[in-house]
């Protein structure tokens, strides 16, 4: 009797991408080290994470930091949170625009994994009035994270965007609405009244700026099914 031939074995990939990956951590320059966080984000090993910390803790070059953070966000792992928050935390004190970009990675990592407790510790930095356009970047990327919690059903989250929408920086009104519409895109239905009252109160802000954007995000929202958002816009248009 004939025995069947056994099928050819598939190679396995994986292994070798993961041990490229260490590998450019260990000795890759700072270009190779960004090119390899998409694979980075796609295997998620657990390899991963102890060349991550390492680099994000003790490194003394910001952008190989940098790397580590924006890689911790790639592989959504909640393991990440706490160095990422001292990162934050440590980043928040200090000046100039290599520090900023560190400070930038960790906020976008923080939102990148969703954690809902962001609302509270990044309260701080939010509750500056009129700060320094570095100040404004700041919380801009702050909101940009909160969005992408709220995205993910962050309660906390989008309480706080929802009060950022009577900050005194109209810039930072028109951001929050526009997050908030984002974050119901696809659950539109989902959205609160309350929190379709203040895009209602919004379409009359003071800032032309706001004024529009919560009108975007009414539209946008009625685009996509939400009946009460569709009677909000017809409302204001019969005003």
């Not at 004939?2 to 190679?11: D, L, V």
């Not at 994994?113 to 100040?135: C, H, M, N, T």
């Not at 969005?147 to 950022?164: D, F, I, S």
């Not at 004024?211 to 816009?233: K, M």
């Amino acid at each position: 009797m004939n025995k069947k031939p056994r099928p050819a074995k598939t190679p396995c990939f994986s292994h070798e991408m993961i041990q490229d990956c260490l590998q450019v951590m260990k000795s890759g320059d700072v270009e190779a080290l960004f090119e390899i966080i998409p694979r980075i984000g796609v295997l998620r090993d657990r390899k991963f994470h102890k060349p991550l910390l390492e680099i994000l803790a003790q490194s003394k070059d910001l952008k190989r930091r940098e790397f580590a953070a924006y890689a911790m966000g790639a592989m959504g792992e909640r393991a990440f949170l706490d160095a990422l928050w001292k990162v934050f935390q440590a980043s928040v004190k200090e000046k100039g625009a290599r520090a900023e970009g560190l400070l930038v990675a960790a906020i976008e990592a923080i939102g990148a994994i969703g954690d809902d407790a962001a609302a509270e510790l990044f309260l701080p930095v939010l509750q500056v009035g009129k700060g320094s356009r570095q100040v404004v970047k700041r919380q801009k990327r702050i909101a940009e994270s909160l969005g992408a919690v709220a995205q993910q059903g962050g309660a906390r989250c989008m309480e706080a965007l929802l009060n950022l929408t009577r900050h005194q920086n109209p810039e930072l009104r028109a951001l929050s609405v526009s997050e908030i519409s984002v974050a119901f895109w696809h659950r539109p239905n989902e959205i609160g009244d309350h929190i379709l009252g203040r895009m209602r109160e919004l379409t009359a802000d003071r800032s032309r700026l706001v004024a529009e954007s919560a009108l975007s995000a009414l539209q946008n929202l009625a685009d996509l099914g939400c009946r009460r958002a569709e009677r909000s816009l017809s409302e204001f248009w019969d005003r």
